[in-house]
């Protein structure tokens, strides 16, 4: 090419928790039987789709109106039936979109590249993807941290939006994944008030807020917002097994107080308009399936089984004496830290095919430790799990799902990994 083509973070494009699958398919070219455990999809878990959700969508398809361009903002209907269940809310302030990463991708996309976003370390890498190649620079984080239930400190986040002045925003994941942690309420009212003294907006990354363990500790961020300009982010395929259904929107809370805000939200509309519109029947059948009288126990069943899988974690790590976990209160993932200081980082594996073993060798050399060890592990144990580091954390572990509908497997799965741990005891 007569130019350089290429934008300067391009290599901040990265999804690693699908491309560990390209080194998983090596696996699978000796005819090995992989457990997937690094991304949500039910569905190849073995989950069943629910029927009365198949009777919805079947019916909908009688309605001529789905196969229609929608409005640019998402459909009349459904954008008011979301607003009657939040008081603060009103249609207007709810913009559509096809999937998460188009919703991500604008709200970072149109600020100003000088300014940051401050994000959590760990943090999910679609944000932390968006950003960096919006703003051309680094990441600018605050730590979670798994001895203090993944909660952070206020004061680190308020020195780091202090001593930067290009940080215009805050960005919570909660709950958050990959720790699956469950902010106090007092550290997200923390939170808002640095926002509301530096003048500055608030992210909420809300996907997984109906699938939460405990309802009595969900904290209703309405209750607590103020004043604050925020944008919260819902995404329906979490809710549902069907991660092929990419229907996520935006809700937009307090756009008048800000003029400047409620430009940039303008911006992030105009550019939907350029669209037309995102994909009409999952914004269709999304009341339905929320007032479906068995979606509550449908959300409750799942949620049972999140929790027994969970506890089945807790009860055969329990006794390592150099990892952390931090049963999840949230979703369908748990998070397992290594304390470096007590584990053997250099431990030499070799794996019994010599193909194999090199290749595994080539690809895991001059990478961080839980790289390593969930490389080694696949080709050990055939489970699949997703680094820590993946998830631009300073911290090594990994990520596992609780979606293994088999729970004899699940246990099977848990305990291969357990012994694979020992080996890096020091």
Same mark, same amino acid.
């Given at each position: 090419?007569?130019?350089?083509?290429?934008?300067?973070?391009?290599?901040?494009?990265?999804?690693?928790?699908?491309?560990?699958?390209?080194?998983?398919?090596?696996?699978?070219?000796?005819?090995?039987?992989?457990?997937?455990?690094?991304?949500?999809?039910?569905?190849?878990?073995?989950?069943?789709?629910?029927?009365?959700?198949?009777?919805?969508?079947?019916?909908?398809?009688?309605?001529?109106?789905?196969?229609?361009?929608?409005?640019?903002?998402?459909?009349?209907?459904?954008?008011?039936?979301?607003?009657?269940?939040?008081?603060?809310?009103?249609?207007?302030?709810?913009?559509?979109?096809?999937?998460?990463?188009?919703?991500?991708?604008?709200?970072?996309?149109?600020?100003?590249?000088?300014?940051?976003?401050?994000?959590?370390?760990?943090?999910?890498?679609?944000?932390?993807?968006?950003?960096?190649?919006?703003?051309?620079?680094?990441?600018?984080?605050?730590?979670?941290?798994?001895?203090?239930?993944?909660?952070?400190?206020?004061?680190?986040?308020?020195?780091?939006?202090?001593?930067?002045?290009?940080?215009?925003?805050?960005?919570?994941?909660?709950?958050?994944?990959?720790?699956?942690?469950?902010?106090?309420?007092?550290?997200?009212?923390?939170?808002?008030?640095?926002?509301?003294?530096? %003048?500055? *907006?608030? =992210?909420?990354?809300?996907?997984?807020?109906? &699938?939460?363990?405990? !309802?009595?500790? /969900?904290? $209703?961020?309405?209750?607590?917002?103020?004043?604050?300009?925020?944008?919260?982010?819902?995404?329906?395929?979490?809710?549902?097994?069907?991660?092929?259904?990419?229907?996520?929107?935006?809700?937009?809370?307090?756009?008048?107080?800000?003029?400047?805000?409620?430009?940039?939200?303008?911006?992030?509309?105009?550019?939907?308009?350029?669209?037309?519109?995102?994909?009409?029947?999952?914004?269709?059948?999304?009341?339905?399936?929320?007032?479906?009288?068995?979606?509550?126990?449908?959300?409750?069943?799942?949620?049972?089984?999140?929790?027994?899988?969970?506890?089945?974690?807790?009860?055969?790590?329990?006794?390592?004496?150099?990892?952390?976990?931090?049963?999840?209160?949230?979703?369908?993932?748990?998070?397992?830290?290594? %304390?470096? *200081?007590? =584990?053997?980082?250099?431990?030499?594996?070799? &794996?019994?095919?010599? !193909?194999?073993? /090199?290749? $595994?060798?080539?690809?895991?050399?001059?990478?961080?430790?839980?790289?390593?060890?969930?490389?080694?592990?696949?080709?050990?144990?055939?489970?699949?799990?997703?680094?820590?580091?993946?998830?631009?954390?300073?911290?090594?572990?990994?990520?596992?799902?609780?979606?293994?509908?088999?729970?004899?497997?699940?246990?099977?799965?848990?305990?291969?990994?357990?012994?694979?741990?020992?080996?890096?005891?020091?």
């Amino acid at each position: 090419m007569r130019k350089n083509l290429l934008h300067y973070w391009y290599k901040e494009l990265s999804y690693e928790i699908r491309e560990i699958v390209e080194i998983a398919n090596k696996v699978e070219s000796y005819w090995i039987e992989l457990s997937l455990e690094n991304i949500w999809d039910p569905i190849a878990k073995w989950e069943k789709f629910p029927s009365w959700i198949k009777d919805i969508i079947n019916k909908s398809m009688d309605d001529d109106t789905i196969f229609w361009y929608c409005p640019s903002k998402g459909l009349d209907s459904t954008r008011e039936y979301l607003a009657s269940k939040n008081p603060v809310l009103k249609k207007d302030d709810i913009i559509f979109f096809n999937w998460l990463w188009e919703a991500i991708n604008k709200v970072y996309g149109y600020l100003a590249m000088t300014s940051k976003v401050l994000w959590p370390n760990p943090a999910y890498p679609t944000h932390s993807s968006a950003e960096a190649t919006n703003s051309w620079s680094e990441h600018l984080t605050y730590n979670l941290d798994p001895y203090n239930w993944w909660n952070p400190d206020l004061e680190e986040i308020e020195n780091k939006v202090k001593y930067n002045p290009n940080i215009t925003a805050i960005l919570v994941i909660n709950p958050d994944n990959p720790t699956w942690a469950t902010f106090k309420k007092e550290i997200l009212e923390g939170i808002i008030d640095i926002a509301r003294r530096y %003048d500055m *907006f608030v =992210i909420f990354d809300e996907i997984y807020e109906k &699938l939460i363990y405990d !309802e009595h500790n /969900k904290v $209703i961020l309405s209750d607590i917002i103020w004043d604050v300009p925020w944008i919260s982010m819902k995404w329906m395929s979490k809710d549902i097994p069907w991660p092929g259904w990419r229907c996520g929107w935006i809700e937009v809370y307090n756009k008048d107080k800000d003029p400047v805000f409620s430009k940039y939200i303008d911006s992030i509309y105009a550019s939907k308009m350029l669209e037309v519109c995102s994909t009409t029947m999952p914004q269709y059948v999304l009341p339905l399936i929320y007032e479906h009288h068995e979606f509550k126990d449908y959300i409750r069943n799942r949620i049972k089984k999140y929790i027994d899988r969970a506890n089945i974690i807790e009860e055969i790590l329990w006794d390592i004496d150099f990892i952390k976990y931090v049963k999840p209160s949230w979703a369908f993932y748990a998070s397992i830290v290594f %304390d470096n *200081f007590k =584990i053997n980082t250099q431990k030499n594996i070799t &794996l019994k095919e010599k !193909e194999l073993d /090199k290749y $595994i060798k080539n690809i895991s050399a001059w990478k961080r430790f839980d790289k390593f060890f969930c490389y080694h592990l696949l080709w050990k144990t055939w489970i699949c799990v997703v680094p820590l580091s993946w998830f631009n954390s300073t911290y090594d572990g990994f990520r596992i799902t609780l979606l293994e509908e088999n729970r004899e497997k699940f246990i099977k799965n848990i305990k291969e990994i357990r012994n694979f741990i020992l080996e890096f005891r020091k």
